[in-house]
């Protein structure tokens, strides 16, 4: 079966402190993952996705086939930062993402 | 380019209402997808449209029926509202025709109370 799971509901930490979301997945064949964020008052939004390899506001995932693992890192959290992150899966086949629950960041001053 | 633009943004209903949620876009996608969002159970999609002229189930589509208007238009509609449809929903859209979906984008959001 097709699943997301991010385990942390809830994660905070001090500004400075290093940030990890965690997010793994299920999926029989190779998919593509994205991180979403939805900021305060506003719409979700990609945040990023594996293909692309880029680093968006200091943010990085790397896709861990092994471990089917796609956790986000940031070394050092911003109060900006703060917000609700969303791991999602595309397959091969479907019209659909799969989604996580969500973790809600507060980082803390 | 006002991207994906949903009405209303609040809306109250007395149980048995009915009401439609409205959603369009301006960026000449082909898919659209209705959401709605509930504490610690993250996105669950109602309906989809892979393109215009075809609509689809999602996971929860129990009570609600929707309408493919044109390209632009992607409606959700409530024919008798219960409590347990209390929730935000968002509409996103995407320009992937077939296949697996890249970036998704979203409304802002429409906070529906039914008491």
């Known amino acids: 079966a097709q699943r997301v799971t991010q385990p942390e509901k809830l994660l905070s930490v001090f500004k400075g402190a290093p940030v990890e979301l965690k997010c793994n997945y299920s999926y029989s064949g190779s998919p593509e993952l994205f991180w979403y964020v939805q900021y305060s008052r506003q719409r979700l939004q990609l945040l990023l996705r594996?293909?692309?390899?880029?680093s968006i506001k200091g943010f990085t995932a790397d896709l861990n086939k092994g471990e089917t693992s796609f956790h986000l890192k940031k070394p050092f959290a911003q109060e900006e930062d703060s917000a609700m992150y969303y791991c999602a899966l595309s397959g091969k086949s479907n019209y659909q993402l799969i989604w996580g629950a969500g973790t809600k960041l507060i980082i803390k001053p | 380019n006002a991207g994906v633009t949903q009405t209303p943004k609040f809306q109250v209903l007395k149980t048995g209402q009915s009401m439609t949620l409205q959603c369009a876009q301006d960026?000449?996608?082909?898919?659209m997808y209705w959401y709605r969002q509930d504490p610690g159970m993250g996105l669950r999609l109602i309906y989809y449209s892979a393109s215009e002229g075809t609509t689809d189930k999602g996971e929860v589509p129990n009570g609600y029926n929707v309408s493919r208007l044109n390209k632009r238009e992607f409606s959700l509609r409530l024919e008798s509202a219960a409590p347990s449809q209390t929730s935000v929903y968002f509409c996103?859209?995407?320009?992937?025709?077939?296949?697996?979906?890249?970036?998704?984008?979203f409304g802002e959001g429409s906070r529906l109370t039914v008491l």
């Open positions: 960026m000449n996608h082909n898919s």
């Open positions: 996103a859209s995407t320009w992937e025709g077939q296949g697996p979906i890249g970036e998704l984008f």
């Open positions: 594996h293909i692309s390899r880029e």
